[in-house]
């Protein structure tokens, strides 16, 4: 049922009113026809997580593109992936090295949260470079042999940091916003983000879809770097994808980046190439205990710079 605010919301403003009603279906029906895939039940040692990375993108770029799967996120973006994944007991296996800051408000659902957001951030480019996750992850497993790795990079999501994207697409902004009660926008100040340029026409889709891809490109070779540095079956994956003004369903509105709760093919459907390895990890679980090494304060900035808006 909606709430007494949702229903006023939602005579205010009909594109709100039209999202609800998709969400509610996308839960209820789209589900029985992209049915949310738990990773954690997959057969792997290493997961990367290639950040909103949309399975036809990886394809036009993998040269494993013939080997290449995929699979039905359980979200539409980082949070709802994460607390999908983390909604059903501990990951006491699991050593998370992220360049995302949403894992990090879960440290207590994992063994251990390995936070490059904060020990390895690009004030510059307002990101995290492959490079930094990478040797994170490396770090990682030489101290936690007998744990399945995740290692979450930033890249493709936004801010691109490719060549074209820096000198071709607008500069990227930080911003400051406030949500109500049901998660939407409220208040946003201090800049757009490319999927606002993009809603606007002040960027073109095949300007978009380029620095998206070549973003890609960026991170994919120093993924595959890594998979073959670490023991065991490592999977190259994405937690969601991104839409590029695509429609939702039934109501047909369009989308930009990736709103929480629908299950559009360019918002789940996300790539899954697996690389063996004749050594596999001999994995254990251990007891929880509380990782508090790390105050959560400076998360809401890093998500901020990042351009999460919703």
């Not at 497993?141 to 890249?155: A, D, G, I, S, T």
């Not at 120093?222 to 998979?227: D, H, P, R, T, V």
Request: proline residues 5%; hydrophobic residues 35%; glycine residues 6%.
């Amino acid at each position: 049922m909606y709430s007494k605010g949702q229903i006023l919301k939602g005579v205010r403003d009909p594109r709100f009113a039209a999202l609800q009603f998709n969400r509610r279906f996308a839960d209820d029906i789209l589900t029985k026809i992209r049915p949310k895939t738990n990773f954690f039940e997959e057969d792997w040692d290493n997961l990367l997580i290639l950040d909103s990375c949309r399975y036809d993108l990886l394809k036009s770029v993998s040269d494993g593109a013939d080997s290449l799967e995929y699979r039905w996120s359980p979200g539409s973006n980082s949070e709802e992936f994460i607390q999908y994944h983390t909604a059903g007991g501990p990951l006491n296996d699991v050593v998370w090295v992220t360049a995302n800051p949403f894992v990090s408000r879960h440290r207590s659902e994992i063994f251990k949260v390995i936070d490059v957001w904060d020990t390895g951030w690009d004030d510059e480019l307002q990101t995290v470079l492959p490079k930094t996750v990478k040797q994170a992850a490396v770090a990682a497993e030489k101290e936690y042999p007998n744990k399945r790795l995740v290692v979450q990079f930033m890249q493709p999501h936004y801010p691109f940091i490719d060549e074209f994207s820096q000198t071709e697409l607008p500069a990227h902004s930080t911003f400051d916003t406030e949500f109500d009660e049901d998660g939407e926008i409220q208040n946003k100040t201090e800049g757009r983000d490319i999927w606002e340029y993009l809603r606007a026409n002040d960027v073109s889709k095949h300007d978009l879809w380029t620095g998206y891809r070549e973003n890609l490109q960026t991170v994919l070779p120093i993924a595959q770097q890594l998979g073959d540095q670490l023991t065991g079956r490592t999977v190259i994956t994405s937690d969601h994808g991104n839409e590029l003004g695509g429609y939702s369903f039934p109501v047909p509105i369009r989308l930009y980046g990736h709103p929480r709760g629908l299950r559009s093919k360019n918002l789940v459907k996300v790539p899954w190439l697996i690389s063996d390895s004749p050594k596999r990890k001999e994995i254990t679980g251990e007891d929880m205990s509380v990782d508090s090494e790390h105050v959560d304060g400076s998360i809401t900035d890093r998500l901020r710079a990042l351009g999460y808006q919703e």
